[in-house]
């Protein structure tokens, strides 16, 4: 039985122990992630489509947060994005357009059933799941979720998906002008 005590103490020990060192780490060592690439990530729409030049919308927060990208690159952003961007970082309003990214209307991609083959490549494509289908059968957009990235067009082999405006409705409609924050004295 004394075998038995004496190894659980030497374990509630070595537990203790390394316990201490793991915290005593945890703070010496902690890396504070910048909190200027969360609030960039928080006004870009989340789309990940990649059409500013990078992966999704963390790595082109990362590369603004840095000084790296120009801040008119997001087309689901539109202008709006950028306005709030320029406020944030502190820089002049630079329109989309010219050598950056031109700013598009909304829109949601639109499956032809008449031509498609039910091949799978959107659903693969699809960066936020809003196609939904399987192998050998037709394929429907979800409206709600697409977000116009319009990358399941390259890879339809048959040309069967479009894209279509979204339509106005009371739910869809917003305001086309900027909207100049109030400023309240504290």
Request: aromatic share 6%; proline share 8%.
């Amino acid at each position: 039985m004394t075998v038995f005590v004496e190894a659980l103490m030497i374990m509630v020990a070595l537990a203790l122990l390394l316990g201490a060192v793991l915290g005593f780490a945890a703070i010496k060592y902690k890396v504070d992630e910048d909190p200027l690439v969360d609030q960039i990530d928080e006004i870009l729409p989340q789309t990940q489509c990649g059409q500013c030049g990078y992966p999704g919308c963390k790595p082109y927060a990362t590369a603004l947060a840095a000084g790296e990208a120009e801040i008119n690159l997001c087309v689901p952003g539109g202008n709006e994005g950028v306005r709030k961007l320029a406020d944030l970082l502190g820089k002049d309003f630079v329109p989309m357009g010219g050598e950056a990214a031109v700013e598009k209307p909304k829109a949601w991609a639109v499956i032809d059933e008449n031509i498609c083959i039910g091949c799978t490549l959107c659903l693969q494509a699809c960066p936020v799941d809003a196609i939904l289908g399987s192998a050998k059968h037709l394929h429907v957009v979800l409206q709600s979720e697409c977000t116009g990235c319009e990358l399941c067009l390259a890879p339809c082999p048959v040309d069967c998906i479009s894209m279509q405006p979204v339509p106005e409705t009371l739910i869809s409609w917003k305001w086309r002008y900027p909207v100049i924050p109030l400023k309240v004295k504290q």
